[in-house]
């Protein structure tokens, strides 16, 4: 049988265990939500889309040319434990009519292997899941070239469910996210620098169906700032798009200025996020959010000491989640590597506003009593109030509006060069000589180019190409480097 030939594609969604095992009341809640969360992200792709839910799964009905971006999206959606693809068949109404069809399906993929049958049945029938497993098996065995049934080791497992009179043949199986549905766990505010600890961090969070809100502390870098903006962007994108989220930026660059004329070196550190810790408190009082978090590993650096995490968290009255304190540093990059946020991190510029010399790592409650009486915390006050917040999924408006780096959209062939950053082998067709130099390579990459031409960096929504243009003209001083949009 062509399996191509068909219109729609069916997916079935096992939820997370953790879900089954809670009260009627909560996991009615809990599918519920993950229903909701679905027509968000699905029904605008097309009309066609159907999504029905039952007490202990989810089914989405989609057209064919849309398998793949559904199926994304369904990997990456919270509360989803597994994925399984299935080809649906409707008036089944017989063993003669499921074995045949079931025999056209499978029997291509079955040359030369062992295999089973396991069957699934609701609703009414003249015979039991057992006979649906004898008759199918022993007819494909027929009918195919497998090599043998094995009921206990097979190399391959034919899984079919009848519903009433519909068969379902499931084609395909995926582990899913897992986690509870976003919007059932509350909201967060999650302290963003864009490096690889809050970006996991706040995947974490999102991953066990909390609302994550971004806050970023700007220390004086637009490239970092937009920088972090954009990794907001694609967390957000890739694992919570079911709900709209905040983006807050603090300006802090005077913050830091007032550290170091009011705190000694060594406790700049710990200063630092305990400021940092305050202003997120009075954002979120103002979200009407009850928890912060950060990516703080414990002893990763001397502010993550215990006694030192002890210090920081005496300025807060707000819950603090540190999802990330008892992982280590290879565990974390292995996250990241996973969910796509290290290349990200990798080339995230760095602004390190605050340098300790020889900080302290064990610090003293009566030491940092004296050094927060004297910094003057109307700079922190005018700094939360210059605070500055943008829905997530109006990043790229945003970016484009702020950023001072020149954007080009008709470029010129004489002295122009296009430098596509994308990931992958892919390079943008334009009039101008175009070289291709990955994201994750134009900072060491750039420096070795002929400076007589002008490049434009390009990328597909354009956030990507501002911000390394921005980063190439305020660490590098290149001035020969502008962002191409066509």
């Known amino acids: 049988m062509d399996v191509s030939a068909n219109k729609t594609q069916k997916f079935i969604l096992k939820l997370f265990p953790e879900i089954m095992v809670k009260g009627d009341s909560a996991k009615k809640q809990m599918v519920g939500q993950l229903y909701n969360n679905l027509q968000t992200l699905l029904n605008p792709l097309s009309e066609e889309m159907h999504i029905k839910k039952f007490s202990d799964k989810i089914e989405v009905v989609t057209p064919i040319v849309l398998v793949e971006e559904v199926r994304q999206i369904l990997l990456d959606t919270p509360g989803i434990d597994q994925v399984l693809e299935a080809l649906q068949f409707d008036a089944m109404e017989s063993l003669d009519q499921i074995?045949?069809?079931?025999?056209?399906?499978?029997?291509?993929?079955?040359?030369?292997?062992?295999?089973?049958?396991?069957?699934?049945?609701?609703?009414?029938?003249?015979?039991?899941?057992?006979?649906?497993?004898?008759?199918?098996?022993?007819?494909?065995?027929?009918?195919?070239?497998?090599?043998?049934?094995?009921?206990?080791?097979?190399?391959?497992?034919?899984?079919?469910?009848?519903?009433?009179?519909?068969?379902?043949?499931?084609?395909?199986?995926?582990?899913?996210?897992?986690?509870?549905?976003?919007?059932?766990?509350?909201?967060?505010?999650?302290?963003?620098?864009?490096?690889?600890?809050?970006?996991?961090?706040?995947?974490?969070?999102?991953?066990?169906?909390?609302?994550?809100?971004?806050?970023?502390?700007?220390?004086?870098?637009?490239?970092?700032?937009?920088?972090?903006?954009?990794?907001?962007?694609?967390?957000?994108?890739?694992?919570?798009?079911?709900?709209?989220?905040?983006?807050?930026?603090?300006?802090?660059?005077?913050?830091?200025?007032?550290?170091?004329?009011?705190?000694?070196?060594?406790?700049?550190?710990?200063?630092?996020?305990?400021?940092?810790?305050?202003?997120?408190?009075?954002?979120?009082?103002?979200?009407?959010?009850?928890?912060?978090?950060?990516?703080?590993?414990?002893?990763?650096?001397?502010?993550?000491?215990?006694?030192?995490?002890?210090?920081?968290?005496?300025?807060?009255?707000?819950?603090?989640?540190?999802?990330?304190?008892?992982m280590n540093k290879p565990e974390i990059i292995d996250i990241?590597?996973?969910?796509?946020?290290?290349y990200f991190a990798e080339n995230m510029p760095e602004?390190?506003?605050?340098?300790?010399?020889?900080?302290?790592?064990?610090?003293?409650y009566k030491r940092m009593e004296k050094e927060a009486k004297r910094f003057d915390y109307t700079v922190l006050d005018k700094a939360v109030e210059n605070a500055q917040t943008i829905w997530v999924d109006e990043v790229i408006d945003n970016v484009t509006q702020s950023a001072p780096v020149e954007v080009v959209n008709t470029p010129d062939p004489e002295k122009n060069v296009i430098i596509d950053i994308r990931s992958g082998e892919e390079c943008i067709s334009t009039p101008c000589d175009c070289i291709k130099i990955p994201f994750h390579k134009l900072k060491t990459e750039f420096k070795k180019l002929p400076k007589d031409k002008e490049y434009l960096l390009y990328c597909e929504k354009g956030v990507m190409s501002q911000l390394h243009a921005q980063y190439l003209r305020d660490e590098d001083k290149e001035e020969n480097v502008k962002v191409y949009r066509p």
């Open 99 to 326: 074995k045949t069809k079931v025999g056209e399906v499978v029997a291509e993929g079955l040359k030369g292997k062992s295999f089973v049958v396991r069957a699934k049945r609701t609703g009414r029938h003249p015979f039991n899941s057992s006979e649906m497993e004898r008759t199918v098996g022993g007819y494909v065995l027929a009918h195919s070239e497998a090599k043998k049934v094995d009921l206990h080791h097979p190399e391959i497992t034919v899984r079919i469910e009848l519903i009433n009179n519909q068969l379902n043949i499931i084609t395909d199986k995926h582990q899913g996210l897992g986690g509870y549905p976003i919007g059932t766990q509350g909201d967060i505010l999650s302290l963003m620098s864009g490096g690889f600890d809050s970006t996991v961090a706040s995947y974490l969070t999102m991953k066990r169906g909390i609302k994550t809100h971004f806050i970023f502390f700007n220390l004086g870098g637009a490239a970092h700032e937009i920088g972090v903006k954009q990794v907001a962007l694609y967390l957000w994108n890739k694992f919570g798009a079911s709900h709209r989220v905040k983006f807050v930026s603090v300006p802090f660059d005077t913050v830091v200025e007032e550290i170091f004329r009011s705190t000694a070196e060594t406790y700049m550190g710990v200063t630092l996020k305990r400021l940092m810790l305050m202003a997120a408190e009075k954002i979120a009082d103002e979200m009407e959010i009850d928890a912060l978090l950060t990516g703080e590993s414990v002893a990763q650096v001397s502010s993550q000491t215990l006694r030192n995490l002890a210090l920081i968290d005496q300025v807060t009255n707000k819950l603090v989640l540190r999802p990330l304190s008892t």
């Open 336 to 342: 990241a590597t996973r969910i796509g946020t290290r």
């Open 351 to 364: 602004y390190c506003g605050v340098i300790s010399k020889n900080p302290i790592t064990h610090g003293s």
